[in-house]
Antibody, heavy 119, light 107 residues
């Protein structure tokens, strides 16, 4: 059964950095496009970033461009999100999710990891 | 940028039909996907490519898309359908765009 498990969330001060991980199992990770989507408390879904299966294509939301970096290690079946220059409005639950193409539907979702940016 | 507009809330009695709209400029020319999110849980894909259902999604749930409005329809609504629903499309310069979400309340 396909499964995604996020980790790495926590409390970080404004201006700080954090790295999220998403461990995949139950499917051929290297064949799928991977996304990060976040949800601020009580708010809707906001797409953050996407990386192609072959790692050669990446896109970012304008709100995180230049501050966040998406990466993957297909040998370890793991997706990453490096976050820096964190701000209060980055506080959210961060989900990883799969799709078959860059602009397709998000098929499998993890349970999310909470990032809180606060002093 | 491309904007998807959903009503904040929809209320329906058990057994009735719920319709949740997702408005966007010429959205009928795009593929629309829908997600269901229950409190404290991750979103779940319930409709993709306007009207297809993933395995395990009941046929009470359906989708349509034409003109400037896509619609998620839930027939014979059950208490367990109470959730937030989000539509999604892609647009130039942004692979994934979500609507603001609609809270479905089963009265």
């Amino acid at each position: 059964q396909e499964q995604l498990v996020e980790s790495g969330g926590g409390v970080v001060q404004p201006g700080g950095s954090l790295r999220l991980s998403c461990a995949a199992s139950g499917f051929t990770f290297s064949s799928f496009v991977m996304h990060w989507v976040r949800q601020a408390p009580g708010k809707g879904l906001e797409w953050v970033a996407v990386i192609s299966s072959a790692v050669n294509t990446k896109y970012y939301a304008d709100s995180v461009k230049g501050r966040f970096t998406i990466a993957r290690d297909n040998a370890k079946n793991t997706l990453y999100l490096e976050m820096s220059s964190l701000r209060g409005d980055d506080t959210a639950v961060y989900y990883c999710a799969t799709s078959t193409i860059i602009n397709g539907e998000l098929i499998v979702w993890g349970q999310g990891t909470l990032v809180t940016v606060s002093s | 940028s491309y904007v998807l507009t959903q009503p904040p809330s929809v209320s329906v009695a058990p057994g009735q039909t719920a319709r949740i709209s997702c408005g966007g400029n010429n959205i009928g020319s795009k593929s629309v996907h829908w997600y269901q999110q229950k409190p404290g849980q991750a979103p779940v894909l319930v409709v993709y490519d306007d009207s297809d259902r993933p395995s395990g999604i009941p046929d009470r749930i359906s989708g349509s898309n034409s003109g400037n409005t896509a619609t998620l329809t839930i027939n014979r609504v059950e208490v367990g359908d109470e959730a937030d629903y989000f539509c999604q499309v892609w647009h130039t310069n942004s692979p994934v765009i979500f609507g603001g979400g609609t809270k479905l309340t089963v009265l």
